[in-house]
């Protein structure tokens, strides 16, 4: 089975850009995550979906980040404007409600 | 506040060793718990999932062993091999799925 797919995975961008990445979840899967790992750490949930609800968005910075979920498959995630601790990769997974969860190969975002 | 935590930080270990590492969080109503390996510069690859219900979860060298009670979780190797080098992370799923920081694990020959 095809795996889940984002893209791109790099971008380079000044800071007060905006970037919008994109995620494609394995077939079926209704639940969808997306995490922003800084670099040594472990990856910080920014948003799930279930289906196209919000399940939790609380760790979203809400003035600069938005996500959806069109029609419950494809997300995206936007950053407007960026700024230089954005910097992170930022990770898709998804999975069947609570089954396991598989990861795309994340995006890496530079900000400078 | 629902937390992961994982120790150690980093684990150097020679080949052929058997190691642990612990995972604990701190509620105990979860749903299951995941294990994954990270290589530098990739995303994650799923290792085990203990459901809440279960105690352990074996998959080859790897047993994940699953203690709700206490709020713990260990991964087991066995028989360390240089392959083995990575970053290991717990995800816990309280409702949401949080990680803990890992642990980097280098195995050398």
């Known amino acids: 089975e095809a795996g889940v797919a984002q893209s791109p995975r790099y971008k380079i961008i000044e800071k007060r850009q905006s970037v919008a990445f994109w995620c494609n979840p394995i077939?079926?899967?209704?639940?969808l995550y997306w995490y922003q790992q800084i670099l040594g750490q472990g990856p910080k949930l920014l948003i799930q979906f279930q289906n196209n609800g919000v399940v939790d968005d609380s760790q979203l910075p809400k003035d600069r980040f938005s996500a959806e979920r069109l029609k419950g498959v494809d997300s995206t995630l936007k950053i407007q404007p960026a700024k230089l601790e954005d910097s992170a990769v930022y990770l898709c997974?998804?999975?069947?409600?609570?089954?396991?969860?598989?990861f795309g190969q994340g995006t890496r975002l530079t900000v400078v | 506040k629902q937390e992961v935590t994982q120790i150690p930080a980093a684990l150097s270990v020679p080949e052929g060793e058997n190691l642990v590492l612990n995972c604990s969080f701190t509620d105990s109503a979860i749903y299951n718990l995941q294990w994954f390996r990270q290589d530098p510069g990739k995303g994650l690859t799923s290792l085990l999932l203990i459901q809440s219900s279960q105690r352990e979860q074996t998959s080859g060298r790897l047993n994940a062993s699953l203690d709700k009670s206490s709020g713990r979780s260990t991964l087991y190797i066995a028989a360390s091999q240089p392959g083995d080098s990575a970053t290991y992370l717990c995800a816990v799923r309280f409702g949401d799925m949080r990680f803990g920081a890992g642990t980097r694990l280098t195995v050398k020959p």
């Open positions: 997974a998804s999975s069947l409600s609570w089954g396991e969860a598989f």
């Open positions: 077939s079926g899967h209704a639940t």
